[in-house]
């Protein structure tokens, strides 16, 4: 149980850390940079790293429980 909870918080960083990449890419091109677009885009980003989080998590648990 512990070590999954480190997976998931590993996966999590991962996801986050991609999804920001991705947002600094489009601000990059200097699109997204007004103060409400910023914040909207970062709340996104939270957001999304959850979302994806719980996608590949499950994922993952019904490919250990299928095996």
Known sequence: PFGQLIVLGYIWSLCYHGLGGL????TDTGRGLEKDVATKMAIWNFIGSFILTLII???AFLA???A
Do not use: E, I, K, T
Not at 23 to 26: A, C, G, H, I, N
């Open 23 to 26: 947002r600094y890419l489009y």
């Open 57 to 59: 998590a499950g994922a």
């Open 64 to 66: 250990r429980s299928n």
